[in-house]
Structures are given as C-alpha cells and as structure tokens.
C-alpha cells in the first residue's frame, strides 16, 4: 500500500493534515483529514501529518506501507530515525514509535506534484474542527483528482 500525507495552513491560522491509503493499482482505500486552530513551522506540522496518517492507517489494519511526503527534511530524519533534539523531534519520536506495530514501512520522497491527492485532502472545505476519515466514499472532489492522478500515471507507463 502507498500512504500519502501533507500538511497545510488552511486560512489565516489554521492546519489541515490529509492522507490518502491507495492500492497497487492506485485505488483509493482509506482517506482522512484533521483540522484546527494553530500553525507552528512547516517542518513540525508536516511531521504531525504523518503521525495522524500512520496512527490511522495502522488503526485500520494496515501494516506494510510505503509512506510518501514532501517534506524532504522529514523524510531524511524519518530515513536515518535521526530525531533532532528539539521539540519537531519528539514528534518524529511519536513516528518511528508507532511504526514498530508495521511488518514492512518505507519511506520515500516526492515533490509536491506527486503529493496532490494528500495537498487537497489538508485543505478541504469546508473547515471544519475535526477528524474525518473515509473507508469508502469521500469527497468526491479528491476522487476525481485522483482518477486524473491515475490517468496520468498510466499514460506515462504507455509510453
């Protein structure tokens, strides 16, 4: 299973955190979003993502993922399990903690155009302060973002 996550500021001062769970065939499986008042700096809110993401993902009964963000620094320090000594760090603590509980985890870097299925998830609207999570269904704004996601994907393996 790939786990997609982002994190974002949502108007003036709030965060969202969006995952996506797909298959190999790039079905949607499992998707959420959490949002609140409060914004720290990218890296930390980025890092929150991601937890949110594994919590729910392992939650759900997933347990071999590979697990990308756009977070270069993130995904570097979640790489080496190298948490910095500060307060970003207990987070990436909390991370590679819960991912214990998973048979086969990975992690990997994309840009942020192979992010955008997680990017909007952190930003839906309606704002709302919550956590919603979807087995099936969803917003159908992110399901026909993500068939565009496949149909470009699957012209790239054409040619």
């Not at 000594?85 to 603590?93: K, Q, R």
């Not at 609207?125 to 026909?144: D, K, M, N, T």
Request: net charge negative; aromatic share 12%.
């Amino acid at each position: 299973m790939k786990l997609n996550f982002d994190a974002g500021l949502v108007g003036e001062r709030g965060y969202g955190w969006g995952f996506v769970v797909r298959n190999h065939v790039g079905d949607i499986l499992l998707m959420g979003v959490k949002q609140g008042d409060g914004f720290s700096d990218p890296e930390t809110e980025e890092a929150r993502a991601c937890l949110f993401a594994i919590r729910t993902a392992e939650a759900y009964g997933f347990r071999r993922v590979e697990v990308e963000g756009d977070c270069l620094n993130l995904i570097g320090r979640l790489q080496s399990k190298a948490p910095p000594n500060n307060s970003l760090g207990y987070f990436i603590s909390d991370i590679l903690s819960v991912t214990d509980h998973f048979d086969f985890i990975d992690w990997k870097y994309v840009k942020r155009g192979g992010n955008k299925v997680a990017h909007a998830i952190a930003h839906f609207q309606p704002f709302h302060y919550s956590e919603r999570v979807w087995l099936e269904g969803g917003p159908s704004s992110i399901h026909s973002l993500a068939s565009a996601d496949m149909c470009k994907f699957i012209e790239l393996s054409i040619i």
